[in-house]
């Protein structure tokens, strides 16, 4: 869907990017910015030779004066390297540091049909007969990535990747005791290491084209790097990655189908316990990464709805790595709801606003959008959200906080930050009851006003 309308400067260095590489003259090109990309720029482009034959293709470029140069061409050698190992990737036409009217690093592709959104994957009808296979297909072209000769990958990140996720998280100076107790299980239950070689980074449904026959091309590899292969399968059975869906391979299978296929092209098949450890650390590693994302607008580097209300989002991973490290337990729920304050104030109060703008927009603005508002339609969404998590926060009063600091003050900690801090130096163990009791506490309650419905 169009975000905004992009220049005629960047159409006509596009045009000239895809003429010199096709060795066909354009008539024209029009360019349209897509939603989706996490750090790049993507736009769909259309363009007509002199005989009025269409020719599309896809640009993805860094936001200008915010490039990448060596990420950006890390991408490109890991698409031709992919290629060749038969893995299905968009053919890449043209890439460059810059170009006129590009004005940042840059990589054109061939366009690749398919289905890329999950719900339509995981629901519609159309995709019914796929969907039976997909979770093997997903190991088998997994299998085929990691098979993929490295020797002209040298550029890419190859450090420790739990090194590097507890890095990340220091940087943020922001202790959480479920990260401590997620990173103190990963150290000391780290299954044996194998051979380095291409992991994807990313590859889940929203990165995958899909048809009718399989999938047909897998995209975004900025985040590919050098190391362990079973990251990539852990990292698909990632809770965060089912889009609301049960089955637990990208909501679409079951493990054992992942790992069926990824035997069918490797002849290897990993354990379930290394299969479960590398769930772990993909849970972990969504969970410091959405508060680095959040971190972005909090620390003012980036004012951002969407970054922001990503900050709200946090808890769902704390509450997925509970779940995945086996210690989720019940908390008791508030006796009554807590009476409202007084005010002197006239009705509506602030949660029957909150409630009102909330219905209007989704209810009545939202519809009335034209078909070609995706990205307003998605950041309405945004706000529909956040309006809601304001009204529920003030619903719930503050019952839940005082549970938790009662529980902390139980363990002699002032904070959750304190509690993190202890659990890091090893004062006290996550599987302690009384840490259990707190850390399931705060959890549950954050997650009861950012997203009640997880706890289903």
Known sequence: MAVTTPSATLAEGVRAVLAAATGTELAGAEVRRLTGGASREIYAVRATDHTGREITAVLRRDPPGR???????????????????????????????????????????????????????????????????????????????????????TALDDRDPLDALEHTYRDLADPRPAVEIGLRWLRDNRPSGRAAGLVHGDFRLGNLLIDADGIRGVLDWELAHLGNPIEDLGWLCVRAWRFGA?????????????????????????????????????????????????????????????????????????????DVLGLLEAVPADSAPQAPASTVHDRPDLTEILDLVAETLAGEIGPALPE??????????????????????????????????????????????????????????????????????????????SNPRRLG
């Not at 690749?112 to 190991?139: T, W, Y």
């Not at 993909?282 to 209300?309: D, I, N, Y």
Request: charged residues 25%; contains cysteine.
């Open 246 to 322: 049960a089955a637990p391979v990208g909501g679409l299978g079951t493990r054992d189908q992942l790992l069926d296929g990824y035997q069918r092209a490797t002849g290897d098949r990993p354990s379930a316990a290394e299969l479960h450890w590398w769930e772990v650390f993909g849970t972990l590693k969504w969970l410091v990464l959405s508060r680095f994302q959040a971190e972005r607008h909090l620390g003012g580097a980036e004012h951002s709805l969407e970054l922001a209300a990503i900050g709200r989002r946090v808890c769902e991973s704390e509450y997925d790595l509970l």
């Open 67 to 153: 490039g990448e140069i060596d990420r950006m061409r890390a991408e490109v050698a890991c698409l031709r390297a992919a290629a060749t190992a038969g893995v299905p990737v968009p053919e890449v036409l043209a890439s460059g540091d810059t170009a006129p009217g590009i004005d940042a690093p840059y990589l054109l592709m061939n366009t690749v049909p398919g289905e890329s959104i999950p719900r339509k994957l995981q629901r519609d009808p159309g995709f019914a007969a796929v969907r039976a296979h997909l979770a093997e297909d997903c190991g088998y072209v997994l299998g085929l990535v990691h098979r993929t000769p490295v020797t002209t990958l």
């Open 372 to 449: 070609d508002a995706g990205a307003q339609r998605y950041l309405l969404r945004i706000c529909v959200s956040l309006l809601q998590i304001g009204g529920r926060e003030l619903r719930a009063g503050a019952g839940h906080t005082d549970r938790v600091h009662d529980l902390l003050r139980a363990l002699d900690c002032p904070s959750e930050a304190a509690l993190a801090e202890r659990l890091r130096a090893g004062a006290l163990a996550g599987r302690d009851p009384r840490v259990r009791a707190a850390v399931n506490a705060a959890v549950e309650a954050r997650l009861r006003v």
